[in-house]
């Protein structure tokens, strides 16, 4: 199964003590929701995937792991699938090139791209599905995530948690990790270093070293 450093880093990082149920948009091969699965033992998943060959990739990765009772599969566009209640939990890696020439494969475009969902329609549709004192979490390059925090506050979300991600000491922040909710609160920021010393740093490999057989 591809293994994605956005996608271990938000696994990771997402707050999910207190959470009962999760939506995971966009779910892929279903790493993300593999992850949070195995960090909440109480924890039942809904994960929706769009594209035909993620989804098979999916569902052998639900049916193989031990979590496949609490993880349900759904096929289909996140804007119109209707689902059962709200959620108190909800994650997403989403497209981020706004714009820019298409990549060749598809499965790959509609991964990357807003095209096929847009930020200002994910928004609108995580604050649909999301209960009131719930709260949702993103990982996003950059330049992308600041404008997405900058559209969700128009909205009327609350930036809770931030997490500014760099690769090494000397680089500039590279991702940012991100948390909303209906709730006002002060937003809590961290920073995170990937690499140190030629290894992995000390704050990556506490936050990850659940999901990486070596460290």
Partial sequence: MPVSTDGVLLGSWAKLEASKNLLDIGTGTGLLSLMCAQRNASLTIDAIEIDSNALQAAQSNFAQSPWSDRIQLHSGDVLTRPFHGKFDTIIC?????????????????????????????????????????????????????????????????????????????????????????????SAVLTTLTIHDNGGYSSDFIRLTKAFYLKM
């Fill in 93 to 185: 890696n989403p497209p981020y090139f706004n714009s820019g020439e298409q990549t060749q494969n598809i499965s790959r475009a509609t991964a990357r791209h807003t095209n096929s969902l847009s930020h200002e329609d994910l928004l609108q549709c995580c604050w649909d599905l999301l209960t009131d004192q719930g709260y949702a979490s993103f990982v996003l390059p950059k330049v992308e995530g600041d404008a997405f925090i900058d559209l969700a506050k128009q909205q009327g979300w609350s930036l809770q948690r931030l997490c500014q991600v760099r690769p090494t000491e000397y680089k500039e922040v590279s991702r940012l990790l991100i948390q909303l909710g209906k709730q006002s609160t």
